[in-house]
């Protein structure tokens, strides 16, 4: 029998979390993901992406048990015993995002403009170059596309625990906003006792930014938990047993190859032999080899891990923090100044990662000084003036 006022949260797919499910007179059928019962039928496992429904009766009053015996269930849900692993939890969040939509993607990717292979960067002014400072935003933001009825812009704040709200709409959401970023290919290696290679695993990152540069330090957002290693994916799992890894910085001359390393293929497999990449094993202070094809490869060490409690799925770990210290750079001399301290956009080729399965090229951009206070804010005296020339603007409005 089912308990029909105790039900999970659409927005928390958590088995057996105890939660209210409220009565909605204005409909008689109830979305619901899962519910504690005392059936041999209880569901231990949902897919978030495939709700099932309960035909509810008239609520006038609570009726007895008795009613819940003839409750009409549709799209039944998959079930399960034992805990999801990491790479399961990805497989199930797949099917929620319906990332790659395109049905033929073949057919259409032919109908689209040739990659165009130059790979000139080329500067362009500002959007702006009249703007002073003080006068806020430029031109660029009284577009129609960002302005209401009114002539002004309308903002809208989103709970990212609001009832019903899935974590994959976050995921969505930060991805397609947080943009563009830059993409890692992280090389971790295991070796067994003989020295042997255990495990080599090559996996594509865009959690992943420069965070400091003395000592030189980087970020990995992993959305897998630590322990135990058998739900772990393989790359958290090899980092956190050596210690070690290289990051390589995907560019445009090997992107399929990188993109091939996002293959769902199972635990212990090397992406090497999927992608095709060349690993190199002259690294000098970490075990893990390098991607001959990185213009830029980083040898790093492990120093910090930080676990997080998924705010869906309270108790259950499912993203850990992994900052990294850089200990060796590896360069294409090609593609560096004499000096060893630039690099030459037109070699490198950069990539960035957009929203859903779309990447960007970095070919253009713009140069902008930073100011200084007092040439060009005036000083203390300059700053209350554009102090009090703001408030009145303000005060007009």
């Not at 006792?193 to 965070?211: K, Q, R």
């Amino acid at each position: 029998m089912l308990d029909p006022g105790l039900c999970v949260d659409p927005g928390n797919h958590k088995r057996n979390r105890r939660i209210h499910f409220p009565w909605n007179p204005a409909v008689d059928r109830q979305p619901l993901l899962s519910c504690r019962s005392t059936s041999p039928f209880a569901f231990e496992s949902i897919i978030p992406s495939q709700p099932i429904f309960i035909t509810l009766p008239q609520p006038h009053h609570l009726p007895d048990l008795n009613h819940y015996r003839n409750l009409t269930y549709h799209q039944p849900p998959k079930m399960s015993t034992k805990p999801l692993t990491a790479a399961e939890k990805t497989a199930e969040f797949e099917k929620v995002l319906g990332r790659d939509r395109h049905g033929n993607f073949k057919e259409i990717e032919a109908s689209r403009p040739a990659f165009d292979p130059s790979g000139k960067f080329t500067y362009v002014q500002t959007p702006q170059p009249n703007w002073t400072l003080g006068s806020g935003a430029n031109q660029l933001a009284s577009s129609p596309e960002q302005e209401g009825a009114k002539g002004e812009k309308k903002q809208i704040a989103i709970d990212p625990y609001a009832p019903g709200r899935p974590a994959a709409f976050n995921y969505k959401l930060v991805i397609s906003a947080i943009v563009p970023r830059p993409l890692a290919l992280l090389s971790t290696r295991s070796l067994n006792a003989d020295g042997t290679t255990a495990n080599e695993n090559l996996a594509p990152f865009s959690y992943f930014n420069v965070i400091a540069h003395d000592p030189p330090l980087f970020a990995l957002g992993l959305v897998t938990p630590v322990a135990p290693a058998s739900r772990a994916k393989d790359s958290m799992r090899i980092l956190h047993e050596t210690g070690e890894c290289v990051i390589n910085i995907m560019s445009s001359p090997f992107i399929e190859a990188a993109n091939a390393c996002s293959v769902n293929s199972p635990a212990g497999l090397s992406e090497w032999v999927i992608s095709g990449l060349t690993p190199v094993y002259d690294t000098q202070t970490v075990k893990a080899p390098r991607a001959k094809e990185a213009c830029f490869a980083v040898e790093c060490k492990l120093v910090h891990v930080k676990e997080f409690e998924s705010r869906s799925n309270p108790g259950e770990t499912n993203t850990t923090l992994v900052v990294v210290e850089g200990t060796r750079f590896w360069v294409d001399e090609a593609a560096i100044n004499e000096e060893r301290s630039v690099m030459n956009l037109d070699v490198y080729r950069p990539l960035a990662r957009m929203a859903g399965i779309t990447y960007a090229v970095v070919r253009e951009g713009f140069e902008l000084q930073r100011p200084d206070f007092e040439r060009d804010v005036g000083g203390l005296e300059g700053y209350e003036r554009m102090k009090r020339e703001q408030e009145e603007k303000r005060g007009r409005k």
